[in-house]
């Protein structure tokens, strides 16, 4: 039996982790999305070693810990050295996907304004990170 396919959405916006949530639903059904309000309940989340995900989708303005603050802490941990963190933002500044990209992040999703548009961006970026089961 496998194990099905999980992610850790760190998001501070609950409208935001709703929409994502049914849009990963429709990009993919196998994937269990795991929701963290901010990057201090991620870290919280990560730090069991029983805890695994296949994919990290960050927010990048989030109040307390920022989503590159949150990056730095996940890169530093070892056992998600190959953990694939997907930047998940509104904002589209070129600056931004730079400064995430030296940070660790292996791709950057800027926040559409359809459900329709993100369920397609999240099952071709499954695709590219290896994660969606055809």
């Known amino acids: 039996?496998?194990?099905?396919?999980?992610?850790?959405l760190i998001d501070d916006d609950a409208d935001d982790r709703e929409?994502?949530?049914m849009a990963l639903s429709e990009a993919d059904p196998g994937v269990e999305c795991?929701?963290?309000?901010?990057?201090?309940d991620a870290l919280e989340k990560?730090?069991?070693?029983?805890?695994?995900?296949?994919?990290?989708?960050?927010?990048?303005?989030?109040?307390?810990?920022?989503?590159?603050?949150?990056?730095?802490?996940i890169r530093r941990m070892d056992r998600l050295d190959n953990t694939p963190v997907i930047?998940?933002?509104?904002?589209?500044v070129n600056r931004d996907v730079q400064e995430t990209r030296k940070l660790?992040?292996?791709?950057?999703?800027s926040k559409p304004t359809s459900i329709s548009e993100?369920?397609?961006?999240?099952?071709?970026?499954?695709?590219?990170?290896?994660g969606k089961r055809e």
């Open 1 to 8: 039996m496998h194990r099905a396919i999980t992610c850790l």
């Open 104 to 109: 660790g992040a292996n791709d950057y999703i």
């Open 34 to 40: 795991v929701m963290a309000g901010s990057g201090f």
């Open 46 to 73: 990560l730090k069991p070693a029983a805890f695994v995900t296949d994919f990290l989708f960050l927010d990048l303005n989030m109040p307390g810990m920022t989503g590159r603050e949150c990056l730095k802490e």
């Open 118 to 130: 993100l369920t397609a961006l999240l099952a071709s970026c499954l695709l590219r990170m290896g």
């Open 87 to 92: 930047v998940y933002s509104t904002s589209s």
């Open 19 to 21: 929409i994502f949530s």
